[in-house]
């Protein structure tokens, strides 16, 4: 979609006095003879240096000056800003420096051989997000090949192979360090994806790239579809800076409104004017929240604390997208006199339920910190060894004592798949619950690699195939110990076929419980 002026020419006009200060005269670059297939550099000695040395030396040098901490798992996504590079650079870096050491640190020298570069579209009306045509991006340090990847993303809708569009050039276009096209596309003068590269050629050695300039799209659609490309050597980039054109004290509230959203991973609350890269960061969002991944803030700024201006400035922030250690700690050893209390609580929410359909009342106070904790739990009911109901919550939604007493009402009178629990049901049946650490990611690279990571009997297992998701209590090794028969019967819980775990884009969480059950808490006593 075509940005207003408001959100256009103040700050090109200040990048284009930068550029003419370095040196830029207004000549064209010489396309290559197989320019059709080459996208060549359009704001080079504009937004950043047109001197490799020169670029190289200013990169570096926000690199050396950014700190950075390690993450608490392992790198999966970027949030970077996209403005001239004396302005968003430094933010900017503090993402590329932690770039830097994730892959470095890759385990057998494994590093990202492929970055997804999400920009917004600053000059096209565009209703896709439009995947380069290009086989090669070019910029001063070299050329960057375009990941096969790009065209099996370009065949997902919203994404498009280029798509035709109307596109305004910008003020500045004629000053451009590359020729004008006889036709331009979405990606002919973008800025938004461009700026990234550079960074990304001083901080990988080998990579290819995915480019993308979002227009208006459905972005939890688009998050679905990048999702069939992704894998563990695979990151994104989504390009954006943040509040434009308001007084620094005002954009730092706005700015950090709007961190805060993308940090709980809330795509619906970073609205159109937050963010100019607001379709990207809101299909990451959706991308972080589907993967199970953690946001952190690297570091957030505005132009004023850079130049000192602080009447009209523009929010930059660098925030990392990551997959949490499957390293955690083991569950919480609750007491017998801990297990007990929960497994009263659950029998007394199943009594009621099943006369009333109501949920008792129980006090807060005087309560173990252990059991006010937010914790996800399941809560299984069974007759004589069959299964008469089982609900639960896989993640964190309330206080464990709470999720235990909403779950044993669930199990007993809401499970789909069982008549309601009468009340003359209730003595003849057994409680157990299951307490559930947070579920991770589970990183794989075929299906063959999934079987080989699953550890049966200890993970619970979340199957996500497509919209469909569907999970399986660690107890259920008992009765599925087969591993590619615990998944087909996953997949069929999902509501797929039950090879369908063995089809790309399919992604797998995993957590561990610890239960107990009353027939236990009988022996011990």
């Known amino acids: 979609m075509i940005t207003s002026p408001r959100f256009q020419r103040p700050v090109f006009t200040a990048v284009i006095v930068l550029g003419l200060a370095l040196g830029l005269h207004g000549a064209a670059a010489q396309a290559a003879p197989d320019a059709a297939k080459i996208r060549e550099p359009a704001v080079a000695g504009l937004f950043y240096p047109k001197d490799p040395a020169e670029l190289s030396k200013e990169i570096d040098a926000c690199l050396a000056a950014a700190k950075t901490e390690p993450l608490p798992g392992e790198l999966k996504a970027l949030i970077c800003p996209h403005a001239g590079y004396p302005y968003s650079g430094p933010v900017a870096a503090s993402a590329y420096k932690l770039l830097a050491r994730a892959a470095a640190a890759g385990l057998a020298g494994r590093s990202y051989d492929t970055i997804v570069v999400m920009g917004p579209s600053h000059y096209a009306n565009l209703r896709a ?86 227009g208006e799209i ?22 954006s800076d943040l509040s434009h054109y308001y007084s620094s004290a005002t954009a730092r509230g706005l700015d950090e409104r709007t961190v ?3 940090c709980r991973l809330d795509p619906e609350a970073v609205g159109d004017e937050d963010a100019c890269g607001h379709t990207p960061i809101r299909i990451l969002l959706h991308l972080a929240r589907e993967q199970g991944w953690k946001a952190r803030l690297l570091d957030c ?21 990551y997959a949490p250690s499957t390293t955690t700690a083991a569950p919480a050893t609750y007491t017998a006199e801990e297990r007990r209390l929960l497994l009263d609580l659950a029998r007394q929410a199943v009594r009621a339920a099943a006369a009333t359909g109501r949920l008792p009342e129980v006090p807060a106070a005087g309560l173990a910190p252990k059991l006010t904790g937010a914790k996800g739990c399941f809560v299984t009911l069974t007759h004589r060894g069959d299964l008469r109901g089982c609900i639960g919550y896989i993640l964190p939604q309330g206080p464990l004592y709470q999720a235990v007493v909403e779950n044993a009402r ?28 947070e579920p991770q990611p589970l990183a794989f690279s075929s299906p063959e690699d999934l079987l080989r990571r699953l550890q049966p009997h200890r993970d619970g297992v979340v199957l996500r195939i497509g919209w469909r998701s569907a999970t399986y209590l660690p107890q259920v090794w008992e009765q599925l110990p087969d591993k590619v028969e615990f998944l087909n019967n996953l997949a069929e819980k999902a509501g797929c076929d039950p090879a369908a775990w063995r089809q790309p884009g399919v992604s797998v969480l995993t957590y561990q419980v610890e239960s107990f059950k009353e027939s236990e808490q009988t022996t011990a006593d």
Not at 413 to 434: A, H, M, Q, Y
């Open 129 to 214: 997000a439009a995947v380069s045509a290009a086989t090669v991006y070019r910029t001063p340090l070299g050329n960057v090949p375009v990941s096969e990847k790009a065209g099996r993303l370009a065949r997902l809708p919203p994404f498009a192979l280029e798509p035709r569009c109307a596109v305004q050039r910008p003020d500045w276009w004629r000053q451009s360090s590359r020729a004008a096209p006889a036709e331009d596309t979405a990606d002919t003068w973008e800025h938004s994806v461009e700026v990234e590269v550079p960074f990304l050629q001083r901080t990988l050695r080998n990579f290819q790239l995915v480019p993308v300039v979002c």
């Open 218 to 239: 459905d972005e939890e659609q688009a998050a679905h579809a990048l999702q069939q490309i992704l894998d563990d050597r695979t990151l994104i980039v989504a390009s």
């Open 260 to 262: 805060a959203a993308i």
């Open 301 to 321: 700024r505005n132009s004023g604390d850079i130049t000192g201006d602080t009447s009209r400035v523009v929010g930059y922030a660098s925030i990392a997208f």
């Open 410 to 437: 669930n199990a007993a009178i809401r499970d789909p798949r069982f008549p309601p629990v009468s009340p003359g049901e209730v003595d003849g049946l057994e409680i157990e619950i299951s307490v559930l650490t």
